[in-house]
Nanobody, 124 residues
Framework: QVQLVESGGGLVQTGDSLRLSCAAT????????MGWFRQAPGKERESVAA???????SYLDSVTGRFTISRDNIKNTLYHQINSLKPEDTAVYYC??????????????????WGQGTQVTVSS
């Protein structure tokens, strides 16, 4: 069983950048589909980015160009670079792990374990 721990969230201003990290322990995630989700207050959790074992990526249309997902298999860590932050990006951000060898795609049905989340708050 893999455990995921997110970090890097915080209170930032509009236009700032953040890099979120997700450290995985318990086993290697180098061939797993990995993803980032977010849940804003009063809204459902949404899938925003995914990366597969070939480093192929997939993004929610509304964040393309500002969000970058990446992975470091040596450190067993997933990253999420968020640029040009907007107040509507305010949410709890979660990383998630899916099956091995799965092609990058969005959707909670592709993932089976999530971390506890890290809060990102963007002030206007």
């Amino acid at each position: 069983q893999v455990q995921l721990v997110e970090s890097g969230g915080g209170l930032v201003q509009t236009g700032d950048s953040l890099r979120l990290s997700c450290a995985a322990t318990g086993r290697s995630i180098d061939t797993n589909l990995m993803g980032w989700f977010r849940q804003a207050p009063g809204k459902e959790r949404e899938s925003v980015a995914a990366i597969d074992w070939r480093d192929t990526t997939s993004y929610l249309d509304s964040v393309t160009g500002r969000f970058t997902i990446s992975r470091d298999n040596i450190k067993n860590t997933l990253y999420h670079q968020i640029n040009s932050l907007k107040p509507e990006d305010t949410a709890v951000y979660y990383c998630a792990v899916g099956a091995r060898g799965t092609t990058a795609a969005l959707g909670s049905n592709l993932f089976d374990s999530w971390g506890q989340g890290t809060q990102v708050t963007v002030s206007s």
